[in-house]
């Protein structure tokens, strides 16, 4: 056996099993939440980059064993190529995961079969390009992922020339940023600044459970440092944006006072969230799924958060279950 097939069999069986773990679970877990900025970008890039890299090399020994002789090029620009190819493949396959957490209106499926398709070619072109013992010719997937990944490197340098003339490097430095996300301590000092009579709302959204426990302890304590604060998330859950602010009670340790107070104002705000659940033949089954799962959660701890104050959730729940579960 060459050190070429060692290797890129090597390459293959683990970048096979990063996508069948991490990756698998990384789309499964931020699928179902409700996000509304980009934790999941960090997250993705650990995972995608040592995947890819471990392909790269898997396609760097294919062209060094001759497998990308046929293109009739010098070794040294197929090896260019090959880098460049499978760099153009990592951003394909970002923007894929990117679509597939946060898919809009349109089935996830949708991105995650090709998704499936890039990566399976890739290592299905690298196996068969390095074990001819295995009875099987690579050209049934050479010429399709050669003409694909060249589209893919075709439409990912014309978009990067088009941006770098248009906004500079500049630009493409603001969007790395951007991409990245503020750290921790970021978070973690914008919180200890906001006022929590004017950033109320948002201060709300980084005490949620998807907030690390150090920022979410902090931006709790800063809502409790409104002078009214029972009232003014009273006013939120009866007038505001109800996630946040139901997250908050799902997760937050209330005393007494808090839940006489918060009770009846939950259950409105839960009430007005399941009316506007819309009904199955105007969503897509993700969008109900996902729906069903959050209604389910807050529906398992409020009730039982609010037993003491006498405030009944079980008309809103049997509504909850006629909107999402139809019969």
Known sequence: MSPYQTTGNICVALAALIFLVPLNYLLWEY?????????????????????????????????????FDWLRLGRPALYVLTVAAALALTVVSFVLVGSYIRPGFAPSFIYYLPLLLVLLATMLLIVL?????LGISPRTVRLPWTIGAGLCLVGGVGFGGYWLATEGVGGIA?????????????????????????GFD???????????????EAATARLRSHPDFPERLSTELETGYVEPAVEFLYSATLTPAEQARLASPARSAMQRWVGRIPAP???????LRDLRRWGTEMFGVLPEKFASTGVDFAPVIADFKERVDPT
């Not at 699928?31 to 090399?57: F, G, N």
Request: glycine share 6%; proline share 6%; charged share 15%.
């Open 31 to 67: 699928a179902r939440k409700h996000l509304s900025d980009s934790s999941w970008v960090t997250p993705a890039l650990y995972i995608l980059t040592p995947m890819w890299l471990l392909l790269m090399a898997g396609l760097l020994c294919v062209t060094g064993s001759g497998g």
């Open 129 to 133: 390009s390095l074990n001819p013992q």
């Open 174 to 198: 603001n969007i790395a940023q951007r991409l990245n996300g503020p750290s921790s301590q970021e978070i973690l000092t914008k919180v200890s600044t906001l006022d929590p009579q004017t």
């Open 202 to 216: 948002e201060l709300l959204g980084l005490a949620t459970r998807y907030a690390s426990r150090e920022i979410r």
């Open 281 to 287: 033949n105007y969503t897509t089954k993700k969008n």
